[in-house]
Antibody
Framework: QVQLVQSGAEVKKPGASVKVSCKAS????????INWVRQATGQGLEWMGWMNPNSGNTGYAQKFQGRVTMTRNTSISTAYMELSSLRSEDTAVYYC????????????WGQGTMVTVSS | QSALTQPASVSGSPGQSITISCTGTSSDVGGYNYVSWYQQHPGKAPKLMIY???NRPSGVSNRFSGSKSGNTASLTISGLQAEDEADYYCSSYTSSSTLEVFGGGTKLTVL
């Protein structure tokens, strides 16, 4: 079945970087854009950006421009989201999500990766 | 502050109907028919319930329906069931450089 499996929880210090992975299975990895969405504890969802796994083209939310980088390794069907210059406000669950059915919405989500930023 | 405005909470008794609103602007909700709704249970990833304003993905109960008027979209859940208790988020395409915006979420309590 179609699924996205993300890497495990991370604890980072302020100023550091974190790289979260998202491994796709059950479909052709290069067929659908990978989106990243985060959710701070007890808060709402926040879209961070997208990446086309075929071309590598990306688009980032203005809030994260200059701090986020989305990449992929097509040989292992895995997408990555790296966030730099971490601060406490970046503590959140990070999700990857795709639209595999051309619904203009995210029908498949990863299980989420908790990133904690603490000194 | 979220780009789309939702009520913080709504509640209803089993069997009743509830409606959750999602208010945006002409640059997002009002300008495009790309409004979607997600259900999220505690500790779980969001689940798509409605796409393109009023369409249900395969497998989603027909008790869930969506609509839009002007800059406000709505999610209606009829015949409330205990399992519907969750957080609900609306989302819309936006013409800004941030292509997708979410609402702040609404906590549904089934009394």
């Amino acid at each position: 079945q179609v699924q996205l499996v993300q890497s495990g929880a991370e604890v980072k210090k302020p100023g550091a970087s974190v790289k979260v992975s998202c491994k796709a299975s059950g479909y052709t990895f290069t067929s659908y854009d990978i989106n990243w969405v985060r959710q701070a504890t007890g808060q709402g969802l926040e879209w961070m950006g997208w990446m086309n796994p075929n071309s590598g083209n990306t688009g980032y939310a203005q809030k994260f421009q200059g701090r986020v980088t989305m990449t992929r390794n097509t040989s292992i069907s895995t997408a990555y989201m790296e966030l730099s210059s971490l601060r406490s406000e970046d503590t959140a669950v990070y999700y990857c999500a795709v639209d595999t059915a051309m619904l203009d919405a995210f029908d498949i989500w990863g299980q989420g990766t908790m990133v904690t930023v603490s000194s | 502050q979220s780009a789309l405005t939702q009520p913080a909470s709504v509640s209803g008794s089993p069997g009743q109907s509830i409606t959750i609103s999602c208010t945006g602007t002409s640059s997002d909700v009002g300008g495009y028919n790309y409004v979607s709704w997600y259900q999220q249970h505690p500790g779980k990833a969001p689940k798509l319930m409605i796409y393109d304003v009023s369409n249900r993905p395969s497998g989603v109960s027909n008790r869930f329906s969506g609509s839009k008027s002007g800059n406000t979209a709505s999610l209606t859940i009829s015949g409330l069931q205990a399992e519907d208790e969750a957080d609900y988020y609306c989302s819309s395409y936006t013409s800004s450089s941030t292509l997708e915006v979410f609402g702040g979420g609404t906590k549904l309590t089934v009394l």
